[in-house]
């Protein structure tokens, strides 16, 4: 069962459901909440990453301004919300790209959308231009819509893997 924003605000509430910083009231509506595009980017740097061997995976780290930055087609990065989100044992977490950001060409994740029960941490957006164009995305933009499921009952084994407590973008890790 996916929650609306009545059921949202009531595990916010309740301290389950942790979202910091605090959403402002318009960013939960229907069924989602809004989250926000950091100022932090990764991009790869070589054109091969070899995923048996963690050591070539060599990237650069920016900050992104108030003049944006500029995605090209076929580009892909890593950013990440501003929002660390705690998602509680017995629920899911979903992010999907905001629609607008979508019809642009942009997509935020690259089918690994999902957020598990007991994940902590700003979630990763895994950004990628599929337009013609070149596309400026901004700090602080909504970029992605977060929405929660509730489980049939809690995990045995909630999720506390590698990328458990992120500050920010993390890059390919071998586990």
Do not use: W
């Amino acid at each position: 069962m996916i929650l609306s924003d009545k059921d949202i605000v009531n595990l916010i509430k309740q301290s389950k459901l942790i979202i910091s910083p605090s959403p402002k009231h318009e960013d939960i509506k229907g069924p989602h909440v809004n989250l926000h595009l950091s100022n932090k980017i990764i991009k790869y740097k070589h054109d091969t990453l070899d995923l048996n061997d963690e050591d070539t995976v060599d990237f650069d780290r920016a900050l992104l301004d108030d003049k944006g930055y500029k995605l090209k087609p076929n580009e892909f990065i890593l950013g990440s919300t501003i929002e660390k989100v705690s998602i509680p044992n017995g629920y899911f977490g979903l992010i999907e790209t905001k629609g607008n950001i979508a019809r642009a060409g942009i997509q935020a994740h690259n089918k690994d959308g999902h957020i598990e029960p007991g994940f902590s941490g700003n979630i990763t957006l895994e950004i990628k231009n599929n337009s013609n164009s070149n596309i400026i995305i901004y700090p602080n933009m909504v970029f992605v819509y977060l929405y929660i499921f509730k489980l049939s009952s809690e995990c045995l084994h909630p999720y506390n893997g590698i990328y458990q407590n992120q500050e920010e973008a993390t890059v390919y890790k071998k586990d």
